[in-house]
């Protein structure tokens, strides 16, 4: 019986907190992570797609370069490559202005800390990306490429009507699994003061000194995101390969 | 350019190595014992077993570390069954234990998902021979199953193991002095972040490197039976140049 008053206590108190204003800053952060996430996955599909390029192709420097990207990019920690850009870029942006003189010799010029974070979380989730967009090009049958080349297509029109379409439906599951990867990895740009969920739920946490209570919302709002974006993918999935489906 | 602060930047990164290491070594250590458990308890086959580890795994592979981190530190110590257990309070206050505490926890559900995948990808043909010898369950396991599953999942194994690398560069944002750390206060000391991180950067890369390596070498020694063989024409000495 105790027990069941301290929950409802604990819930009550939850509730005062979550309707006096934590409750919108905390969807306010979900739109803002769902932001980070996107715009990261769309910097991370043209950087991917460039990679997994000059993986493929047959020069050398090229193929070493798109080696060298996806070898750093995802054996640094994410924590050093968000505070390379953000910290890095203060450094970049604060010297050009200095010199240009348009601050003072003492002034800092901070980088944009949702550009600074985007740029970082986007370049890796392009290091994973090009991965996945290199594991479906090979997994197109090399007799298709040899027929359109047969029929005197252009590298381009061969690109847009044999290759893109097929990249694309083979690398939906792929993407599924970068697309959780860049929402988990949206959460550490907290660290850059954006205000994402993480962020959020920190600062509820510290000023209501209920840490519990926040975190735990943020883990449960995460495994939401997270869990829905399995079955949207799964439908693309389906939809993508529609015409690839085993009959009944 | 100059060399003198990159390799004492370099020097003090490098100084940090050991603690890196230490995080590492034991959220890698528990996780595996947790991680055994639950592969032990999803292939038991009882249902309640199999609905927790299910629930474990999508729990801790669905939040981001971070969270999971912040809510072992900051949360976890706002029960005050917590703050008064002689056991639980030591390592729950220390930032150091609850970093391992969460990597811990977090690798153990990709590892066990891993470790499950390898155990189904074991041939039922092999398992069908063995019992057909007559071998005891626990033999069975110990000297078909066991070597088979654990050479099956020594790849994504490694993966995670990097993945667990990059990770202990979060115990930076509890307070530890690692190398994520202290290459945050030395930029913050000199304000030139770009050179500062690349040293860690580097520092991390090698050994992601290294480590990646090493589980490459020991995979080769492992699968000595996948390899192919030896090429005849090499065994067979050239002909004499007799015209």
């Known amino acids: ?248 | 350019m100059d060399f003198d602060f990159y390799l004492s930047t370099m020097w003090s990164v490098l100084k940090a190595l050991p603690l890196t290491l230490e995080i590492w070594f034991f959220g890698i250590a528990f996780g595996l014992i947790i991680a055994t458990g639950l592969t032990w308890l999803r292939a038991s086959g009882h249902r309640l077993g199999e609905y927790f580890t299910r629930g474990y795994v999508f729990i801790f592979r669905g939040s981001p570390l971070l969270v999971q981190l912040y809510l072992i530190y900051f949360g976890l110590s706002q029960f005050d069954f917590v703050r008064h257990s002689p056991i639980l309070w030591p390592i729950l206050r220390d930032p150091m234990y609850c970093t391992i505490v969460a990597m811990a926890l977090n690798t153990a559900a990709y590892e066990s998902e891993i470790f499950r995948g390898a155990l189904r990808a074991v041939p039922v043909g092999q398992i069908e021979a063995a019992k057909a010898f007559g071998m005891s369950a626990f033999t069975r396991f110990r000297l078909v199953t066991l070597p088979i599953a654990l050479r099956l999942a020594l790849p994504a194994y490694s993966t995670e193991i990097i993945l667990m690398t990059k990770a202990t560069a979060l115990a930076s944002v509890v307070t530890i002095m690692e190398m994520m750390g202290t290459a945050q206060k030395i930029q913050h000391d000199t304000f030139r972040p770009i050179e500062v991180l690349t040293c860690a950067g580097v520092i991390y890369l090698l050994l992601n490197l290294s480590i990646a390596r090493l589980f490459a070498w020991v995979e080769y020694l492992l699968s000595p039976h996948l390899r192919p063989a030896p090429e005849q024409s090499q065994q067979v000495k050239p002909v004499p140049e007799v015209l």
């Open chain 1, 1 to 248: 019986m105790e027990f069941l008053n301290s929950l409802q206590e604990q819930l009550s108190t939850a509730y005062e907190l979550l309707a006096a204003g934590w409750g919108v800053q905390l969807l306010w952060g979900i739109a803002w992570t769902l932001a980070v996430t996107m715009v990261s996955m769309l910097i991370g599909a043209v950087l991917g797609s460039l990679v997994a390029a000059a993986k493929l192709s047959h020069r050398g420097g090229l193929r070493f370069i798109g080696e060298s990207y996806t070898t750093v990019f995802r054996g640094e920690p994410e924590l050093l490559i968000i505070y390379l850009f953000y910290y890095g870029g203060t450094q970049v942006l604060t010297g050009v202005a200095r010199s240009a003189g348009s601050i003072g010799s003492t002034d800092i010029l901070n980088m944009p800390s949702f550009l600074g974070g985007v740029l970082a979380v986007g370049i890796i989730s392009g290091a994973y990306q090009a991965e996945v967009f290199r594991g479906s090009f090979l997994a197109i049958h090399r007799g298709e490429l040899e027929a359109a080349r047969a029929y005197g297509m252009s590298a381009w029109l061969r690109f847009r009507l044999v290759i893109m379409p097929q990249v694309l439906r083979l690398a939906v599951p792929g993407l599924g699994n970068v697309w959780q990867l860049t929402i988990k990895d949206s959460a550490l740009i907290s660290v850059t003061g954006v205000a994402e969920l993480m962020l959020t739920a920190n600062k509820a946490a510290r000023s209501t000194h209920h840490s519990l209570l926040f975190y735990t919302l943020a883990g449960i709002l995460y495994l939401v995101m997270t869990s829905i974006s399995t079955p949207i993918f799964d439908k693309a999935e389906r939809y993508t390969s529609r015409s690839f489906l085993r009959p009944k």
